[in-house]
């Protein structure tokens, strides 16, 4: 039996990347028929909650999906979810939405070549039921796209297609392994697709994450947390500012000896956090007493109102800090 090779819905996606893109995108090359049941390819380009998209008729996207994201992954023909994030995925959420799991854990620099043979071999499984496989990692914009886009290569998908994947999905070119390992990816023809056989697949097993990227994605967390109180128009947390100087000043003790400059550079964003945590532990404090006096409530307000407007500048101090900390050390 021959298998039909999945690609990108090229009418569905052109009213999408129109803007993006000058000139037309190449006409798909059928690879043969195929007797496997196919979700329609009407949906491609279709998006759903947690930035999930759909990338192809195989193909789906996403962030760290919530129940949300998971009933519509469910209700788009999704039955395997692949998560090529850091963190641990939450499996049993996963299993009980009907969803298995694959957990296959990529960084910043690139795709390896035994991911995308992982999840080229478990989309082939997918579409012999007639079904699809998702990937996600944390936002759904870089890693989890090019993770779907180098198995997209590997199954027929132009450079041209899997590109205009990448930046439907909202792909940073600031990630330029990511790009190049898409690029790159060689097809792999029909009668070599045994070499499949000898990927093993470990279903529902999370890997535990190595400490550097456990305290990457607590960073991650702390920062998210207090970024949304400010746009909320409350005051973050002193609390969530202090774990994230803990974790910056451990990420510099893990850095020690892996890069130059890398211990430094998380040194210093860790006194910005330190900083950023006694301002908010005064102007608590400070809250606590105007309690008591009443008459000082309206100083009391503009003390707050100035504090969330240093704590935002921060918290982008922060956030730009640490692109640039990535940019040297982790995204190449």
Not at 139 to 149: F, L, V, Y
Not at 210 to 237: C, F, H, I, T
Not at 277 to 299: F, K, N, P, Q, Y
């Amino acid at each position: 039996m021959s298998i039909r090779i999945p690609r990108v819905s090229v009418n569905a996606l052109a009213a999408a990347i129109a803007l993006l893109f000058v000139g037309c995108i190449e006409a798909p090359q059928s690879a043969g028929p195929s007797s496997s049941p196919r979700p329609s390819p009407a949906v491609v380009a279709s998006r759903g909650p947690g930035n999930a998209l759909i990338l192809s008729d195989l193909f789906v996207t996403c962030g760290a999906p919530d129940d949300a994201c998971r009933a519509w992954l469910v209700e788009h023909l999704v039955d395997t979810l692949i998560c090529v994030d850091g963190a641990e995925p939450d499996i049993d959420a996963a299993n009980r939405a009907g969803l298995r799991v694959l957990h296959l854990p990529c960084t910043y620099d690139g795709i390896p070549e035994a991911v995308t043979l992982a999840i080229t071999k478990a989309a082939l499984e997918a579409q012999a039921r007639g079904t699809r496989v998702a990937t996600h990692c944390h936002h759904g914009k870089h890693r989890s796209p090019a993770a779907a886009a180098t198995a997209m290569r590997a199954l027929g998908a132009s450079v041209h297609e899997s590109e205009a994947a990448l930046a439907l999905a909202g792909t940073s070119s600031g990630y330029p392994g990511l790009w190049r390992d898409v690029r790159e990816q060689e097809f792999i023809p029909l009668d070599a697709r045994a070499s499949l056989d000898a990927v093993a697949l470990a279903w529902n097993t999370a890997v535990p994450p190595a400490e550097l990227v456990r305290l990457m994605n607590e960073m991650e967390r702390r920062l998210d947390a207090m970024s949304l109180s400010v746009a909320r128009g409350a005051l973050p947390s002193a609390a969530d500012a202090g774990a994230l100087a803990d974790a910056l000043r451990l990420c510099g003790d893990e850095g020690r000896g892996r890069a130059e400059g890398m211990s430094s550079d998380l040194g210093a964003l860790a006194l910005q956090a330190q900083a950023l945590e006694d301002l908010l532990t005064a102007t608590r404090a400070a809250d606590s007493m105007d309690d008591e006096v009443a008459a000082s409530a309206a100083a009391g307000a503009a003390a707050r109102a100035d504090a969330r407007a240093d704590a935002a500048a921060a918290l982008a101090s922060i956030r730009a800090g640490c692109a640039s900390c990535h940019a040297v050390h982790r995204d190449r």
